[in-house]
């Protein structure tokens, strides 16, 4: 069964580092997501990705947050200079249709010392 | 802002009971509403998706009521086993262009031997 797989699987940076997390989302999908998961919180949404271009992000999403589709199955997030509150589980997910079915991959453990 | 909820926030119960989760959420104007399981330290694992118009959806075990008007949705599990021990999130997308989904805080379930 096709799946949504992200690399690397825990990533540890220094404070004001960039870090490019990766992500391979279902090779027929359209849509694409990022959320985080700060450790004992909500799922949270960052930001969604069609046709090249950004149709939706959160206030979490800020200049510091960009996103790519840089080839035809890469779907990255990158944090320019990361801060101690980036700690956190980063989830992307695809789906076929906009308002359908979201898959997740297992995540990125992001750890910012 | 749409505010999700889940009650309870953790549940125990023998193997081979029926069990309900609950899920609510505070502005009734959702396109779809989604039920993931989540394991420890790993990803988000789709159950069921149901859609506004639609009051259940079945998938083995599993049943998702939505009472979109009350702002309620429901997931029975039937029959518990030790391997559904997981937090069970649901997640609701708003109508429109919206594609962002608003997760609720989880419920957590062990089931006993």
């Known amino acids: 069964e096709p799946e949504v797989t992200q690399t690397p699987s825990h990533q540890v940076t220094q404070m004001g ?15 694409f ?12 949404f960052l930001v969604s990705f069609y046709n090249n271009e950004i149709s939706e992000k959160s206030e979490i999403f800020d200049d510091q947050f960009s996103v790519e589709r840089p080839d035809g199955s ?23 249709l906009q308002g359908g079915t979201q898959y997740f991959g297992p995540g990125t453990r992001l750890t910012v010392l | 802002k749409q505010e999700v909820t889940q009650i309870p926030a953790a549940l125990s119960v023998p193997e081979g009971e029926n ?3 609950n899920c609510s959420f505070t502005d009734s104007a959702i396109y779809n509403l989604q039920w ?7 990803g988000l694992t789709s159950l069921l998706l149901i859609q506004s118009s ?3 959806q079945t998938s083995g075990r599993l049943n998702a009521s939505l009472d979109k008007s009350s702002g309620r949705s429901t997931l029975y599990i039937a029959a518990s086993q030790p391997g559904d021990s997981a937090t069970y999130l649901c997640a609701v ?3 429109g262009t919206a594609s962002k989904l608003t ?4 419920t957590r379930l062990q089931v006993t031997l």
Not at chain 2, 36 to 42: E, N, S, V
């Open chain 2, 103 to 106: 997760f609720g805080t989880g």
């Open chain 1, 74 to 96: 890469n779907f990255t997030l990158k944090i320019r200079s990361t801060k101690l509150e980036d700690s956190a589980m980063y989830f992307c997910a695809s789906s076929a």
């Open chain 2, 93 to 95: 997308r708003r109508g």
């Open chain 2, 54 to 56: 639609q009051r259940e």
């Open chain 2, 19 to 21: 069990l309900v989760l």
């Open chain 2, 36 to 42: 993931f399981r989540q394991d420890p330290g790993k």
């Open chain 1, 17 to 31: 580092q960039e870090v490019i997390l990766r992500c391979v989302p279902i090779s027929n999908h359209l849509y």
């Open chain 1, 33 to 44: 997501y990022w959320y985080r998961q700060i450790l004992g919180q909500k799922v949270e």
